[in-house]
């Protein structure tokens, strides 16, 4: 494990020593190239400002990202090749997704209760420079896709279960 200074900024993590694009701004329109944030998919390794006494850890990023999505909607969306993202997203700029650790938590706090949905995989890099980490929910680091999610980057797709808690879950997989 690799430690870093604890002199960083806390509200900042540092990927490949640049900072992480923080706005919360909705940035419809805006090609990715003029965010000020780093792409996800260049690299393995990010030094988060995880909290570990006095020092920041270094965390492996996954290759995977998920999407919860209305079955209906993703449906539509491979007719036309191409997902604009839910009303959430679209309100807010950018379609949300999750790390395989954030997928149950989205699912509680976003879904609960809900029928119909699918649990989509695609491969970070295929996302390109359009994917960025942001902070997000207790300042926990997001992975925002800005621009149209191209269905054909689907590596695959599982429909969801809505539990006995009420959160849905895709039985069988293992992320």
Known sequence: ???FSPQTPPQAAVFENMPIHRSTTPLRGVK???TNGPPLALAAFIQVAYSSGKFLRRKQVSNFVYKIVDEAEWR????????QGSADDRRDGYIHLSFAEQVEGTAARHFKNRNGLL???FIAEKLGDA????RSRGGELFPHLYAELATANALWEHRMIVGDDGVPRAPGVDL
């Open 1 to 3: 494990m690799e430690y």
């Open 32 to 34: 990715a190239a003029e």
């Open 76 to 83: 539509a969306a491979q007719r036309s090749g191409f997902y």
């Open 119 to 121: 649990l989509i995989a």
């Open 131 to 134: 994917l960025r980490l942001e």
